[in-house]
């Protein structure tokens, strides 16, 4: 009997469920016929501009030359006069032009030049280096979902850094995304090489975080807005992944997966401040030894941005702490711990001037990326071995030519556990190419 | 919501879902049967079910009133237009801002995620910030495409669209048009008249109160039309240099000319030699007015128009750019004052 009353329910949630994406493309006659309409006139306009065109070349002499490209500056003499042309046929929408590459994804090239003078200590990174070339793929895909692709060019090699599809429009005002993507583990575990405000990544990242890559797998996450108090926004995300990340998970077999939570909040402290909490919490089976692996992270990040003066000034805080559970073979467990704190101040529309403090402990035997030259011991070692203690500083010093490429030039100083010093200079060109979709705040 | 990620469902939030409904027979019955499984029920079918109850309680409160978000108060304010109490209305982007550059905070998505009608600018001017914020606002209605995602700019005449090989040497160039089209009072009718045929269509019960508010919209613009038209009269012709490419419809409805930008590509700060030029520039051609949106540094202007012994005017591009400018028509009220005065102090 009460699976009579269950079965109906959930045909009737499936009934529910299933009009809403027939609703959302229910067509929307009236907007199609608007449509329609300018692109009538507008097809009228250009017919009549090409008319005045081919007027005015049969009136111009023979041996007149070919005029060169537009400069910037007369474009607008150029649109002007052909809006003078069509004062009874205006221009009405703006879509009209490239119709056939219209379903072409946003395609989007950013490349990462490196180079680096000074003493590495025991963390070698090669002296010039187009460090990374990040090749951005993304368009809606239907209704339902959109699809973001973005491949990792290095020197020698190809990695998919990230590549999914995002569905839009589940109900519940849930969101789910499959595919291979960044965890949402902390703030700079999600972000990619390109608008980190520093060279390189933290110390606590590199070495309990999975270096540069992070915690980046294949897998699937769902998140929700969750309704709070206060003008509050409060986001729950729960991931699981094959339970891949170099150093940290390892999955062996197939239900060794690895799963990670957020929970992020969100308030606006006035119209120029804001502050940002996340708590996060990763675990996974152990790249050493039969058992698991956890990662618990706190992070915070304080934004201002005065909006009269948006873009000339804004200062941005970071910090995340983050403490690791990480197995030993004969069932010891290290417990090592990270942080940086951060801060970036926007002097001027072009510049920008920032510091970074770092802590992180880590395995003496632990693989970090750039690697570590361990010592000969280790090579008896199953696990991470005894903590050392890495601690280091950054000044970082930032030009924008224009939004689409940057300067940075980055003084850093590290003391690494081994004992030894590095005082290296980084400095780093960034630029894109074509349309590189926003990324979420 | 929070429970949805732990292990046991309460029942309060349920009675809160309760209280919302339109239907309280139908919903009593239906959560009398949910309830009725109590103990038997799968944890799962019972989130599902509720899952279902929640829609149910969304869409019946959406149903009251049109919730609609623009991207900047201009929209905002014609939506309010037509719209008037048979809508909530809140927009992105601040008047006194560039809105260009807005950051996506999730503040805008908890206004987003209740959005049945997003109207927005296009043309890209939001590209920078808007797709991040429409994809993570997890609601179906305002995506693109979807029938509660209005672009403005198909109602409106749109001025600049570049021909020719377009570049980023151009500067952030718009390759389908200027997005400044709301500064022409035509645009403005246009684009009321699209948000409230939008709104009619979606809300059939208010159709007629929104096409009523429409066409009193339109005569109460026409009227006032005419004396911005005399008011500006006398500086047909007049030419200016304006910061960024802001106002290229609101110079060709009012015949002011714009000669040069202290941009020397849009969104390229002034460089020295640009600015010398633009000296050179006013000098050679008498020009005597710099226009300069709120957002961008005075400095630069200030020190051309010292050297040219003309004048800097801060005009508003957007309602809300000062506190005294809430609607489309104090908008145009401010900047042809504005102007007007400019003209006749500079001569």
Same mark, same amino acid.
């Given at each position: 009997?009460?699976?009579?009353i ?8 499936l009934?529910w469920?299933?009009p ?11 907007e199609?016929?608007?449509r ?11 017919e ?5 065109l081919?007027? !005015? ?5 023979a ?11 007369a474009?607008?003499a ?11 046929l ?8 490239a119709a056939?590459?219209v379903f072409n ?8 030049f ?7 200590a ?6 010039l280096?187009?460090h ?15 699809g973001?692709f ?18 839009t429009?589940?109900p ?9 993507m ?15 405000p520093?060279?390189?990544?933290p110390?606590v990242?590199?070495n309990l975080?999975?270096?540069e890559?992070?915690?980046?797998d294949?897998g699937?996450?769902l ?6 108090p206060?003008?509050?926004?409060l986001?729950g995300?729960? !991931?699981a ?8 998970f390892r999955?062996?077999r ?5 799963t990670?939570?957020h ?11 804001n502050?940002?909490l ?15 692996n956890?990662?618990?992270g ?10 009269r003066?948006?873009i ?5 805080g970071r ?5 690791a559970?990480?197995a ?11 942080y ?13 001037l ?5 802590r ?8 970090t990326?750039p690697l570590?030259?361990?010592s000969a ?5 199953t696990g ?12 970082l010093l ?5 939004e689409?490429s940057?300067?940075r030039?980055?003084?850093k100083?590290t003391?690494?556990?081994?004992g ?6 980084l400095?780093?060109?960034?630029f ?6 926003a990324?979420?705040? | ?5 732990s292990?046991?469902f309460p ?13 309280p ?11 009725n499984l ?9 989130? =599902? ?5 929640m829609?149910g +309680?969304?869409?019946a ?8 978000v623009t ?6 304010a ?6 008037g109490?048979?809508?909530n209305?809140?927009?992105i982007a ?11 905070k999730?503040s805008?998505l =908890?206004?987003?995620?209740k959005?049945? =009608?997003l109207?927005?600018?296009g ?5 920078g ?6 994809t993570?606002?997890r609601n179906?209605?305002?995506q ?7 672009d403005?700019s198909?109602?409106?005449k ?16 718009h390759?389908?048009g200027?997005?400044?089209?709301w500064?022409?009072?035509g645009?403005?009718r ?5 948000i ?9 019960g208010d159709?007629?109160?929104?096409q009523?508010r429409s ?6 613009l026409a ?6 038209? +005399?008011?500006?009269?006398?500086f047909r ?10 106002w ?5 409805h009012y015949?002011?000319d714009v000669?040069?930008y202290i941009e020397?590509r849009p ?8 600015t010398?030029e633009?000296?050179n520039?006013m000098?050679?051609?008498?020009i005597?007015l710099?226009f300069v ?6 400095r630069?202007?200030?020190s051309?128009?010292?050297?040219t ?5 801060q ?9 005294e400018?809430t609607?489309?028509?104090q ?11 400019a003209?006749n102090?500079?001569?």
């Amino acid at each position: 009997m009460k699976r009579l009353i269950v079965l109906p329910a959930l045909a009737g949630f499936l009934l529910w469920i299933g009009p809403l994406p027939a609703r959302a493309q229910t067509p929307d006659s009236a907007e199609l016929l608007n449509r329609m309409k300018a692109m009538e006139d507008r097809i009228q306009a250009l017919e009549a501009e090409i008319q005045t065109l081919k007027g !005015q070349q049969a009136a111009a002499p023979a041996a007149q030359p070919p005029q060169p490209t537009p400069a910037p500056a007369a474009v607008t003499a150029q649109v002007s006069t052909a809006a003078g042309a069509g004062e009874n046929l205006p221009v009405y929408g703006g879509a009209g032009a490239a119709a056939a590459k219209v379903f072409n994804p946003d395609m989007s090239a950013i490349g990462d030049f490196i180079g680096s003078a000074g003493n590495p200590a025991n963390r070698y990174t090669p002296a010039l280096e187009m460090h990374e070339s990040e090749l951005g793929l993304q368009a809606i895909i239907d209704p339902y979902a959109r699809g973001d692709f973005f491949l990792s060019f290095g020197e020698h090699g190809v990695d998919l850094e990230e590549g999914y599809i995002t569905f839009t429009s589940l109900p519940g005002a849930f969101q789910l995304r499959a595919g291979k993507m960044r965890a949402a583990f902390g703030s700079v575990n999600t972000l990619h090489n390109h608008v980190l405000p520093w060279v390189d990544r933290p110390l606590v990242n590199q070495n309990l975080v999975a270096g540069e890559d992070g915690i980046d797998d294949a897998g699937l996450s769902l998140s929700r807005i969750i309704p709070a108090p206060g003008q509050i926004f409060l986001e729950g995300t729960a !991931q699981a992944f094959r339970g891949d990340t170099e150093g940290v998970f390892r999955a062996a077999r197939r239900s060794d997966l690895s799963t990670v939570e957020h929970l992020r909040a969100y308030r606006d402290i006035s119209e120029s401040t804001n502050i940002a909490l996340g708590g996060s919490f990763a675990r996974g089976h152990s790249p050493f030894v039969d058992a698991e692996n956890q990662l618990y992270g706190v992070d915070a990040t304080l934004r201002w941005k005065p909006l009269r003066r948006a873009i000339y000034h804004s200062f941005v805080g970071r910090s995340e702490f983050v403490w690791a559970r990480m197995a030993n073979l004969g069932g010891s467990t290290s417990t090592p711990f990270g942080y940086y704190v951060s801060g970036d101040y926007q002097l001027g529309r072009r510049w920008f001037l920032g510091g970074r403090f770092d802590r992180s402990q880590r395995g003496l035997c632990q693989p970090t990326a750039p690697l570590t030259q361990t010592s000969a011991a280790c090579a008896a070692v199953t696990g991470i071995g005894p903590l050392i203690q890495d601690t280091g500083g950054s000044v970082l010093l930032t030009y924008w030519p224009s939004e689409f490429s940057q300067v940075r030039g980055q003084l850093k100083r590290t003391h690494y556990g081994e004992g030894r010093e590095a005082n290296e200079f980084l400095l780093q060109f960034i630029f894109s190419l074509g349309a590189h979709g926003a990324h979420p705040f | 919501m929070s429970s949805f990620f732990s292990s046991s469902f309460p029942w309060e939030p349920m009675e809160r879902i309760r209280s919302n409904m339109t239907n309280p027979y139908e919903t009593r019955a239906a959560l009398s049967g949910v309830l009725n499984l109590g103990g038997f029920m799968p944890k799962l079918l019972r989130a =599902l079910a509720a899952l279902v109850l929640m829609i149910g +309680a969304g869409t019946a409160h959406a149903a009251s009133k049109l919730n609609v978000v623009t991207a900047t108060e201009d929209l905002a304010a014609l939506a309010r237009e037509v719209g008037g109490d048979h809508i909530n209305v809140d927009s992105i982007a601040k008047g006194y801002q560039d809105p260009h550059f807005v950051e996506p905070k999730p503040s805008f998505l =908890l206004r987003l995620q209740k959005a049945d =009608l997003l109207i927005v600018v296009g043309l890209q001017l939001e590209i920078g910030w808007l797709p991040p914020l429409q994809t993570q606002s997890r609601n179906s209605k305002i995506q693109v495409g979807a029938n509660g995602y209005l672009d403005a700019s198909q109602f409106a005449k749109i001025l600049e669209i570049p021909t020719g090989q377009i570049t980023r040497a151009m500067g952030d160039v718009h390759p389908l048009g200027n997005p400044h089209y709301w500064l022409d009072p035509g645009n403005g009718r246009r684009i009321a008249k699209g948000i409230a045929d939008k709104m009619a269509e979606m809300q059939p019960g208010d159709a007629s109160y929104f096409q009523q508010r429409s066409a009193d919209f339109d005569n109460r613009l026409a009227a006032a039309e005419k004396g911005w038209e +005399a008011k500006m009269a006398p500086f047909r012709g007049r030419k200016i240099i304006t910061y960024h490419r802001s106002w290229p419809n609101f110079c060709e409805h009012y015949g002011l000319d714009v000669v040069d930008y202290i941009e020397p590509r849009p969104g390229i700060p002034p460089t020295p030699s640009h600015t010398l030029e633009v000296i050179n520039t006013m000098k050679r051609e008498n020009i005597k007015l710099i226009f300069v949106e709120p957002y961008f540094d005075l400095r630069t202007p200030n020190s051309i128009a010292s050297a040219t012994g003309g004048d800097v005017v801060q005009i508003m591009p957007s309602v809300g750019g000062v506190k005294e400018i809430t609607n489309y028509f104090q908008l145009f009220d401010y900047d042809i004052n504005l102007i007007a005065n400019a003209f006749n102090k500079v001569k």
